[in-house]
């Protein structure tokens, strides 16, 4: 069978856990890739600018690292992690609600931010419980949790797209404008026939620039998609005994969870050495002095190629509906709308994918050749940059090349430091700071100098990303040369104390003979 007996029985006898936990990471997914096919109609919706929007993006991104940091507040226990989870998935729904009612940017940002906090204890929460369930098992069932991310954010587009408006605010500001001139026009010719077709033009708003946007649809209907999910988390509260009125016949797993947890800091003696808890312990473990530079370089490197990497996912799918329908493309908006929905879904293809293909490739292999992909992608795009077929096809490569670095660059780096250090620590936080600098820059870079810049940014950033990853290689030789030496010095020290005491016990025979 493609998948064992023992682990399909584990999953049957956890399986209400575990499709809640799936559950909860579609609402994060939903949540995640909304804002890039809307930016435009909650730009008019705001009366703001690109580059002000995109402090939107900033918002949701910097409250997202905020809520994976204090996360660990509320895993102690199944009933805090329950609770937060499904407080969460609320949130989510009622900032869906009162999106279409934020006026200006600032009301916007602040609802933005508190979905991110609600993601990033979303994030945190439903990967440790899968891992304190599943535990060595738990990395096929966190790849389907992070394949309902994908799914989450394939969704979310295609129900906004009915719903986008058929033109941007810029389209209707340059008709208003025309319709003042020509209304100036008339009055100076002061015509009867001329006060009419005045009349008529000012009354009668000119095609799709005239339409009320009907985008708040959209988001109401997320709303209610996603109340589901928390009465899904509040229904395995009542079936674990969480509640005063739950049965009494159904078995705890609060208690199983909290010995799967003694259970591993049992079997692991110092659990902040292996570098896995928050980014601040990691920098004052005592066990990270007199290592050698090798062994830092491949935390800054293996982090910075996951800086420009995410940083090219979260810019991507933000932007690439804004790209899509100015010049060159001016594709028409609903159309532009799928490009997300493709975007999302070559990364979900690409996730479930690179499953086999570990098996039988190293992850350096796959790095590579997904970081080559990613940049002659973008090189094709750029060069391509007028052709509409190339850039639905582009985008859909660019989301293959993409979906599997993060996992592939955490394999490797472990890989390389034996998991020791803070390589996992380092990495997240990278990658979350990544999505929140670069959509910021190139949302900036887009206002002021043209749509074109959008793709030259990606090109950019790929190829820093890709030097990156070369110096990663040298120091992962330069690193593996350490452990070499250390290894044969340690080897040799083992040598000579054994010689030592040969020395020892036949001196020792000698002098009571």
């Known amino acids: 069978m493609f998948i064992e007996e023992r682990i399909l029985t584990l999953f049957k006898s956890n399986a209400h856990h575990t499709l809640t936990y799936w559950s909860v990471f579609f609402s994060f997914g939903l949540c995640i890739a909304f804002l890039g096919p809307t930016i435009l109609d909650l730009q008019c919706q705001t009366k703001s600018t690109l580059s002000e929007i995109t402090w939107v993006f900033f918002a949701q991104q910097f409250c997202l690292l905020v809520g994976s940091s204090i996360a660990g507040v509320f895993k102690k226990t199944l009933f805090s992690a329950l609770s937060t989870l499904f407080v969460s998935a609320v949130v989510i729904s009622v900032v869906f609600a009162i999106i279409p009612l934020c006026n200006n940017v600032l009301l916007l940002a602040i609802a933005m931010a508190v979905s991110g906090l609600a993601m990033g204890l979303i994030d945190t929460i439903a990967n440790i419980q899968l891992v304190t369930i599943y535990q060595k098992d738990s990395a096929m069932f966190l790849q389907a949790l992070h394949f309902f991310i994908g799914f989450g954010a394939l969704v979310s587009p295609l129900i906004a797209d009915p719903f986008l408006s058929e033109s941007g605010c810029r389209n209707h500001t340059d008709n208003a404008t025309q319709v003042m001139i020509h209304h100036h026009r008339n009055m100076l010719r002061n015509s009867p026939m001329a006060r009419h077709n005045i009349n008529e033009s000012i009354g009668a708003p000119e095609g799709p620039a005239g339409e009320e946007s009907i985008v708040h649809y959209a988001f109401w209907i997320m709303a209610i998609i996603n109340l589901p999910v928390p009465l899904a988390v509040l229904f395995l509260m009542y079936r674990e005994r969480l509640f005063p009125c739950s049965p009494s016949s159904s078995p705890s797993l609060m208690d199983k969870d909290e010995l799967a947890m003694e259970n591993q800091q049992g079997d692991t003696e110092t659990p902040e050495a292996g570098g896995h808890g928050n980014i601040f312990s990691c920098c004052q473990n005592d066990n990270l002095r007199g290592l050698p530079v090798s062994f830092f370089m491949i935390h800054i490197l293996g982090g910075l190629v996951l800086f420009m990497t995410d940083g090219i996912v979260g810019a ?62 973008v090189l094709m795009l750029l060069i391509v940059n007028t052709n509409n077929i190339f850039l639905f096809v582009g985008t859909g490569f660019c989301g293959l090349f993409l979906s599997s670095i993060f996992p592939c660059m955490l394999a490797y780096t472990e890989d390389i430091l034996d998991y020791q250090g803070c390589a996992t620590t380092v990495l997240v936080t990278s990658a979350g700071m990544g999505e929140m600098v670069m959509t910021l820059l190139v949302g900036t870079i887009m206002e002021s100098k043209g749509s074109y810049s959008f793709l030259l940014i990606g090109m950019v950033v790929a190829c820093l990303g890709f030097m990156a990853f070369m110096g990663l290689l040298f120091f992962n030789r330069m690193h593996r040369n350490y452990l070499t030496g250390t290894a044969k010095k340690s080897a040799m020290v083992e040598v000579a104390a054994g010689l030592n005491g040969a020395v020892g016990a036949e001196q020792r025979v000698a002098e009571s003979s």
């Open 316 to 377: 991507y799918a933000g932007f690439v509906y804004t790209y899509a329908v100015e010049p060159p493309m001016l594709l028409p908006h609903k159309t532009a709308g799928y490009l997300a929905s493709i975007f999302w879904a070559a990364i979900t293809v690409g996730r479930l994918v690179s499953i086999p293909l570990n098996y039988r490739f190293k992850p350096v292999r796959l790095l590579l050749a997904n970081l080559v992909g990613v940049i002659v992608t």
